[in-house]
């Protein structure tokens, strides 16, 4: 489902299922049986006390019986054999709660990665697929997921956890990059899909969340065809305005400063219909390489994607550039943890209107170069500010298997010389109260732990 180190969605072909990469019906006929709607809370049995008949009867048993014997035995041991034997039983035990845990944590892993696949693949279904909207259909689980985002519909069915939430935003974008001529874009299915993708944007305050679907509904708004201009009058004439409307919060609720700075992207993207140097689909796979040359202003487009894969960082405007940058730190540091809950957890201390003081003030509680992992010290929350209620500083230490792949020297250098061309501050908004100086050290280390890093990316 993802890439060697990637925890979130990220396409791929799967060979256990044939025909699914294709897309369309057939990828669908293929895929039915696995997919569902959000799952709800399973009923809680009610376990009854045993009477006196059925526990005399279950003493009677060779099991029980056995149990007594060995007791027994027990009592007349000396004390060299019994040190000996509780040693042993202690370090068995010890191996059966590791073997337990690990399972259970597999047993997590596998349900978080079967939901995510899920909100992941139903959108791209709904924009490729000849179905109409009936029961059991790519229609009616995209409702149904989205009906489970933010402030649940119905008291028996909770809200979709974050990281299940992103996958389906993550579903809108990559349906949302289909061309007008890829041969799984439907047109009928667009305004749809883009209906959707506002309705979940409407329900979420996560800002992650709203940071993808702002991309998808930004790339359904563009115009197909490099003859088309924008209009004077009438829709897609006023593009900040479009943001706007997409973006409203009730009761002047404030904007996530990343929210604010990519819906500024999308407007200039609207505006110069040049999405690749303002957007990206893939936040890990576009800082993991450099990537090609984007085609000239005016010049067509022959990609069946808005954005293609080949697209990496440095086709970005200096702003987006920076908004990646510190977009992909502040998920590194909530990402990490063995298991899915705790992953989960942490992000939930990002769901707020603002940002951590390490990213706004001081790098410093950062410490990207710490390489021991195992250490009280290193633990997400160990080194943060006194005034910062986080708990995610230090950076996840080198050596620490990740959700996304570790940046790359080429794009921290590149985020230190931005800065070095700041005379006075940087150009982001959020990071205007931190030091320059202290900024381009802090990505001077970054650039030193991608080069001293032997892991591969």
């Not at 057939?26 to 997919?35: C, P, Y």
């Not at 047993?107 to 995510?116: I, L, P």
């Not at 997409?246 to 999405?275: I, S």
């Not at 590194?332 to 951590?356: C, F, I, M, S, Y």
Request: net charge positive.
């Amino acid at each position: 489902m993802a890439g060697p180190q990637a925890r979130w969605v990220r396409p791929v072909a799967r060979p256990d299922l044939p025909g699914s990469a294709a897309g369309g019906d057939s990828a669908f006929a293929v895929l039915q049986a696995r997919l569902r709607g959000p799952q709800g809370v399973p009923e809680q049995r009610m376990e009854r006390e045993p009477d006196w008949m059925e526990q005399l009867w279950a003493s009677q048993q060779p099991e029980a019986v056995a149990e007594e014997e060995y007791r027994r035995r027990r009592r007349t041991e000396g004390d060299i054999v019994r040190t000996k034997r509780e040693s042993a039983e202690r370090e068995e035990r010890r191996r059966a709660e590791r073997r337990r845990e690990e399972k259970e944590r597999e047993d997590e892993e596998q349900r978080w990665r079967d939901d995510t696949m899920c909100a992941w693949l139903v959108p791209l279904l709904v924009g490729s697929v000849t179905t109409h909207r009936h029961q059991n259909t790519p229609y009616e689980f995209l409702e149904g997921w989205v009906r489970r985002v933010g402030a649940a519909d119905r008291a028996d069915a909770p809200a979709l956890d974050l990281t299940v939430e992103v996958a389906l935003a993550q579903g809108f974008k990559y349906a949302a990059n289909r061309r007008h001529r890829h041969p799984h874009a439907r047109a009928e299915a667009r305004e749809y899909l883009s209906g959707q993708a506002w309705d979940m944007l409407k329900r979420t305050r996560f800002w992650f969340t709203r940071l993808t679907l702002l991309h998808a509904l930004t790339l359904w708004a563009l115009p197909d065809g490099g003859a088309v201009t924008r209009p004077e009058n009438g829709p897609g004439s006023d593009p900040a305005e479009q943001v706007r409307q997409w973006l409203a919060l009730p009761d002047g609720e404030p904007q996530h400063p990343f929210v604010e700075a990519a819906a500024e992207l999308c407007v200039w993207a609207m505006e110069t219909r040049q999405p690749e140097r303002f957007l990206w689909i893939d936040e890990s796979g576009v800082a993991a390489h450099v990537g090609s040359q984007t085609a000239p202003r005016g010049e067509a487009r022959k990609h069946h994607l808005w954005i293609p894969p080949s697209t990496g960082w440095s086709s970005l405007h200096p702003r987006a550039q920076q908004l990646l940058a510190d977009v992909l730190l502040l998920l590194n540091l909530a990402e990490r943890g063995d298991w899915p809950k705790d992953r989960l957890r942490r992000l939930q201390h990002t769901v707020r209107p603002d940002l951590p003081p390490c990213l706004t003030r001081d790098r410093g509680p950062l410490d990207p170069g710490r390489t021991v992992v195992r250490t009280p010290a290193s633990q997400a929350g160990s080194n943060c500010r006194d005034d910062c209620a986080f708990e995610l500083c230090p950076y996840p230490p080198k050596g620490l298997d990740g959700h996304r792949v570790e940046l790359s020297e080429a794009f921290c250098r590149a985020q230190s010389t931005q800065l070095s061309r700041s005379l006075l501050r940087p150009q982001a908004p959020w990071q205007r109260r931190t030091d320059v100086a202290g900024l381009r050290r802090f990505w001077e280390r970054m650039g030193e732990r991608a080069q001293n890093n032997a892991r591969p990316r």
